[in-house]
C-alpha cells in the first residue's frame, strides 16, 4: 500500500538512494521526497570508516520523510555485495512496482599516505565507493533493459558520486582517489551502455560537509558562526541532484558536475592538448625534447588537494 504521489518535479517518481543515513545522501533523499517521489532510503549505518552497523539512521530518515507527508522506505542491505545491491533493485519494485532514478552515494574512508596504506585498507575503500557503484547500477541496469525490451522504455536515471578527490587526487587519500576516479569511467561506459534502454547517467563532484569530510577539512568545512550562508551544507548540493533524476535534465548524460555551496560546474575532463608527429619512430632523446616542448603550451595540471 502506497501513498498518493505528491505534486513537484520527481511526482510519481520511485527513487533509491544510497547511504541515504546521513550526510549527502539524507540530504538528497529528503530533497528528492519534498518534490514528490518516493524514496527508498539505503543505509548500513556504518561508522565514518566502515566498521559497525545499525539500522537506525535508514529508518530515521524514512520517519523525517513520512512525518513531512511523503513516502519512503528503509533497507539495510550491503549494497557491494550481489545479494545487497539486487534486494535493494526488489525493494523499490515489490515496495512501489518501479524504479526511475538511482544515486549511488554510499562510501567511507581509511586515510593513509600511500607508503602506511595497508591493503585491506585500500580493498575496503574500493568495495564501498567502486564496487557499490557497479553492483546497484547493474541490478537497476538489467531491470530498466527489460523494460525497454518489453516495449516499456523508461525515462530512467544514473547520478553517481565522484569526488574533488577522483578528478584531481587527494594527498593522503589514494586509495579514496583512486575509488572516484574509477566511478567516473564507470559513468562514461554506463552512459553509453544503457542509453539503448532509455538511461541516463551522470556523476557529480561534490564539496560539503559530511562525516568525511568535517574532521579532515575542518577550517573550510566549518558552519559560519554568524548565520550566514552555510556554504558547505550538504542540502546544497541536493538540487541538482534532483534535476539529474527528473525527467526534466532529459537529454543530459555522460556528464560531470561540480557542487559546492552555491556553485555548479560542468567538467570537461581529458581533452587532448598540445600535440607532435614526427610520422615516424622517436628516439629516447627526441620524445623527450618533444615532450617539454608541448608541456610548454600545455595548461599546468590542476592542483592535487592537500599538496604542500
Known amino acids: 500500500m502506497t501513498s498518493a504521489a505528491k505534486p513537484g518535479l520527481c511526482a510519481g517518481r520511485v527513487v533509491i538512494v544510497t547511504g541515504a543515513g546521513r550526510g549527502l545522501g539524507r540530504a538528497h533523499a529528503l530533497a528528492y521526497a519534498a518534490e514528490g517521489a518516493r524514496v527508498v532510503v539505503n543505509d548500513l549505518g556504518v561508522g565514518p570508516d566502515g566498521t559497525g552497523a545499525s539500522g537506525g539512521p535508514a529508518h530515521d530518515v524514512v520517519e523525517e520523510i513520512r512525518a513531512a507527508g511523503g513516502d519512503a522506505v528503509a533497507h539495510g542491505g550491503d549494497i557491494a555485495t550481489s545479494e545487497g545491491a539486487a534486494s535493494l533493485v526488489r525493494a523499490a519494485l515489490d515496495t512501489y512496482g518501479r524504479l526511475d532514478t538511482l544515486v549511488n552515494n554510499a562510501g567511507f574512508l581509511r586515510d593513509r599516505m600511500l607508503v602506511n596504506l595497508e591493503e585491506d585498507e585500500w580493498d575496503a575503500v574500493m568495495r564501498v565507493h567502486l564496487k557499490g557503484h557497479f553492483l546497484p547500477l547493474k541490478y537497476a541496469g538489467k531491470h530498466w533493459r527489460h523494460e525497454a525490451k518489453a516495449g516499456r522504455t523508461p525515462h530512467a536515471c544514473v547520478v553517481n558520486t565522484s569526488s574533488g578527490a577522483g578528478l584531481a587526487g587527494s594527498v ?107 610520422g615516424a619512430r622517436w628516439t629516447p632523446a627526441e620524445a623527450g625534447e618533444t615532450a617539454l616542448k608541448l608541456l610548454a603550451d600545455a595548461a599546468a595540471p590542476q592542483a592535487v588537494y592537500g599538496a604542500r
Open 172 to 278: 593522503g587519500q589514494g586509495n579514496y582517489s583512486a575509488a572516484k576516479a574509477g566511478i567516473l569511467g564507470l559513468t562514461f561506459v554506463a552512459s553509453a551502455e544503457l542509453a539503448a534502454y532509455g538511461v541516463r547517467v551522470n556523476a557529480i563532484a561534490p564539496a560539503a560537509r559530511t562525516r568525511m569530510t568535517e574532521q579532515t577539512f575542518a577550517d573550510t568545512m566549518a558552519a559560519p558562526e554568524d548565520g550566514g550562508f552555510d556554504a558547505m551544507a550538504p542540502e546544497n548540493v541536493s538540487p541538482l541532484v534532483v534535476w539529474l533524476g527528473s525527467t526534466a535534465s532529459a537529454g543530459v548524460t555522460g556528464r560531470v558536475f561540480e557542487a559546492e555551496a552555491g556553485r555548479v560546474t560542468v567538467m570537461e575532463g581529458w581533452r587532448p592538448g598540445p600535440s607532435a608527429d614526427k
